[in-house]
């Protein structure tokens, strides 16, 4: 049946058809560098991070861009509701004694590090809003011309009313925000919910000149629009994003868009549910309020972390607790052991089961991931084949060692847990084995105990069976 995934725009599980055969366009909505990323920004990218992986492991080239956000939006009057209220990027900076610039940066290279310690595969492009303003007056003047955006007294606004599919993605149509509304109508726009593609403010920090006004800045949601399509083309195959960005963001980004180049902007629309810590919403007053250096701060890495974070479903709500983060701590170490146990076995592998196993375990795998990125079932079949396996015991060949082994690893190109330390254990680990049995034979028995002490010294212990020295984890 292949990849089906549920689109929020048809609000409908369907079947994955990319628009070329073999490659995959998806765009991910990335942070707004004005403070550290939370676990709940994270659970966001690590979703796309995952789904990314498993395009890959099914064979597709996946070109992937996400951006990031490192321009403040509002200005000190815009509507809070409709356009995310004050300028956050401007305010933090001044809180820090940063200009905003400088704030952008420093807290763009703690995004890449946090991104790399939770084993994130780097994009083919992480485009900055800064780098494309030039891109983004270019479209705004488009649309303009278009007839779908107008300027009023130096700033330019979308007309909604020129897109009359409007709401499509969020349900949130013209007639039923006229109907919700309790706005007052801004004397520059024809609609109150008209929205800014282009802004006017002297006393905003960040500016640059236009045809429209010499201090001005971008609306949000152009950004992505510009950097999707400069990227990607007119059309891609996935844009993902949290559930908050279906609107107004990612409504209007369809809007100006499709305004724009007259075919449709994406063609599936994934959105990854809130994440709640100990039950309630993260709030700082609350004490509830996590960033992966808190986390690390508590002795936490980022292997863990991640595991925490993908570990549900992306369109269920994540209950996220230090609790759970122990429960992912434990799980981790479980494939990580097995992995270096299963390595050392060098039994007759008479039985035959290994084949039927690793066939079992990648149905499973694959028929979860297939259903919307289901991963708690996707985990679940990679724990059943681990405990099936160590049910065998030691009769497991070498040659059937180094198979288990290779699905591990497949299985980990997707999960990104087991492998964050990239130093080769097990030729270590075989080199120790051979230097004690020479020191055994030499009966230089002070050699071979020091080198069992190293072994109990990472966790493992050794024993000798008449298949040879094998090593697994301390009990």
């Not at 403070?35 to 992986?53: P, V």
């Not at 726009?189 to 010499?214: A, E, V």
Request: negative net charge; glycine residues 8%; proline residues 4%.
């Amino acid at each position: 049946m292949g990849l089906q995934l549920y689109n929020t725009l048809t609000r409908n599980k369907e079947e994955f058809v990319p628009l070329e055969k073999h490659t995959v366009r998806m765009y991910n909505c990335g942070p707004t560098v004005y403070t550290f990323a939370h676990i709940g920004n994270f659970r966001s990218f690590i979703f796309a991070d995952i789904l990314r992986r498993y395009l890959e492991y099914r064979g597709y080239t996946v070109n992937q861009v996400m951006n990031i956000t490192d321009v403040g939006h509002m200005t000190l009057d815009d509507e809070v509701h409709l356009e995310g209220g004050e300028d956050k990027l401007q305010h933090q900076a001044a809180l820090e004694n940063k200009d905003p610039w400088q704030l952008a940066e420093f807290y763009t290279r703690a995004f890449l590090e946090d991104f790399k310690a939770l084993g994130l595969r780097e994009p083919m492009k992480f485009p900055k809003a800064t780098d494309h303003i030039s891109d983004m007056i270019e479209m705004i003047q488009g649309l303009i011309e278009k007839g779908c955006a107008y300027v009023a007294d130096g700033e330019v606004l979308f007309d909604i009313s020129k897109f009359p599919s409007y709401g499509k993605l969020s349900g949130n149509t013209l007639e039923n925000l006229k109907a919700g509304a309790r706005v007052e109508v801004d004397g520059k726009k024809h609609s109150p919910f008209d929205f800014h593609l282009w802004k006017y403010d002297p006393r905003h920090i960040m500016q640059w000149p236009s045809p429209w006004n010499d201090h001005g800045f971008p609306g949000w949601h152009i950004e992505c629009s510009v950097m999707s399509m400069k990227y990607l083309g007119d059309m891609i195959d996935i844009h993902t994003g949290g559930e908050d960005n279906a609107f107004p963001h990612h409504e209007n980004e369809i809007a100006q868009s499709e305004s724009c180049t007259g075919v449709p902007f994406v063609r599936y629309w994934l959105h990854v549910r809130h994440l709640l810590v100990n039950g309630e919403k993260m709030s700082k007053s609350k004490g509830n309020f996590f960033t992966i250096r808190d986390l690390s701060a508590k002795g936490y890495k980022g292997p863990e972390i991640r595991y925490a974070l993908m570990s549900s479903h992306y369109r269920q709500n994540l209950n996220f607790t230090l609790e759970g983060l122990e429960d992912s701590r434990r799980a981790i170490r479980r494939l990580r052991d097995f992995t270096v146990d299963v390595g050392s076995r060098r039994g007759q592998g008479t039985n035959g089961r290994i084949d039927e196993l690793c066939r079992r375990a990648s149905r499973e795998f694959e028929e979860a991931m297939d259903d919307d990125i289901n991963i708690a079932p996707a985990l679940a079949a990679v724990f059943n084949f681990v405990r099936d396996v160590n049910r065998l015991g030691d009769d497991v060949s070498e040659i059937e060692s180094a198979r288990v082994l290779s699905l591990m690893n497949h299985f980990d190109d997707v999960l990104g847990v087991i492998h964050e330390e990239k130093e080769d254990l097990s030729g270590e680990f075989t080199e120790k084995i051979a230097w004690r049995d020479a020191a055994r034979k030499a009966r230089d028995f002070k050699t071979a105990d020091a080198i069992r002490d190293w072994f109990a010294e990472r966790g493992y212990e050794l024993e000798d069976t008449p298949q040879g020295t094998r090593w697994k984890p301390k009990q």
